[in-house]
Nanobody, 115 residues
Framework: QVQLVESGGGLVQAGGSLRLSCAAS????????MGWYRQAPGKQRELVAV???????NYADFVKGRFTISRDSAESTVFLQMSSLKPEDTAVYYC?????????WGQGTQVTVSS
């Protein structure tokens, strides 16, 4: 069974940085898209960034130039380096793995940016 475990969230001041990690287990991840979504209180879950097995990336406009997504060589861990954080980046960040018609989600990690 596929499991995704996020880590690296926390409290940071505006302008600071955090690095999120998501480790996948229980399957073959070399084929599939991995990425990050986030959900702030009272808002819908939204795309932050995704990366394909071939390294093609896609970012939401609101994080371009500030966040960088990457994937390890074994394709089983995805990272999100977040810089120049803003209070509006405060949310629960969820890792996702998309393989064909199936999608899997982690439990989420809280990121709080203080002003």
């Amino acid at each position: 069974q596929v499991q995704l475990v996020e880590s690296g969230g926390g409290l940071v001041q505006a302008g600071g940085s955090l690095r999120l990690s998501c480790a996948a287990s229980g399957g073959i991840f070399s084929i599939g898209i991995m990425g990050w979504y986030r959900q702030a209180p009272g808002k819908q879950r939204e795309l932050v960034a995704v990366i394909s097995s071939g390294g093609i990336t896609n970012y939401a406009d609101f994080v371009k130039g500030r966040f960088t997504i990457s994937r390890d060589s074994a394709e089983s861990t995805v990272f999100l380096q977040m810089s120049s954080l803003k209070p509006e980046d405060t949310a629960v960040y969820y890792c996702t793995l998309i393989k064909g018609p199936a999608s899997y989600w982690g439990q989420g990690t809280q990121v709080t940016v203080s002003s």
